[in-house]
């Protein structure tokens, strides 16, 4: 998540871009290329398998990629969520005065290892503007910030930057920031 703009009214964010799209079609090109060598030249079984997994990634990047724009208007009284997908945008409008709080939401995703690794934790994040109805805008998407096998429960640069802009986005709309651990088995 980044600060596009800010005013003294307004604050945009954005998060996402357009790498996962572009990562996925260059997958597909390579697919289909594959795939018309395994046929038309080789007749071989495995490149067959090859371009399929190779098709399998290429879809989960093109359609699990999405660019989030948050557009945050004191004037109008607006927050305007804007998020976009390769097959779907979704655009909602909310009310400022809506606002109850902004959460940055971690949990610890446990992972027990193999017998040749030890165990270790990834930490996902995402700061979210919680409503008074208790609907939620996420300002960003779920991100994973490191593996940890020491067992420390710290944050790092990149969360803390985060954390930091969520605690902007608080400020700017004048209501609290909380910082929420969630258990692993939830959705954040």
Sequence with gaps: ????????????????????????????????????????????????????IIFFFSFLALFKSSAITVTIDKKRNAIVYFKKRIIKTESQTYNVDAASRVEFRTYFQKFMGSRT????????????????????????????????????????????????????VANFINVPLQESEYPADSSI
Excluded at 34 to 44: D, E, K, P, R, T
Excluded at 134 to 153: M, Q, T, Y
């Design 1 to 52: 998540m980044k600060i596009i703009s800010q005013t003294q009214d307004q604050i945009r964010l954005k998060d996402g871009n357009t790498s996962g799209i572009i990562t996925g079609l260059v997958l597909l090109v390579i697919g289909v290329l594959v795939l018309c060598l395994a046929i038309i030249i080789y007749h071989s079984g495995n490149d067959i398998i090859v371009s399929a």
């Design 117 to 168: 690794t030890m165990p270790y934790q990834t930490l996902k994040y995402r700061a979210v503007i919680v409503l008074k109805d208790g609907n939620v805008i996420p300002l960003e998407n779920e991100k994973f910030a490191n593996n940890r096998r020491d067992g420390s429960n710290e944050l790092t640069s990149n969360s803390q930057k985060e954390l930091n802009i969520a605690s902007l």
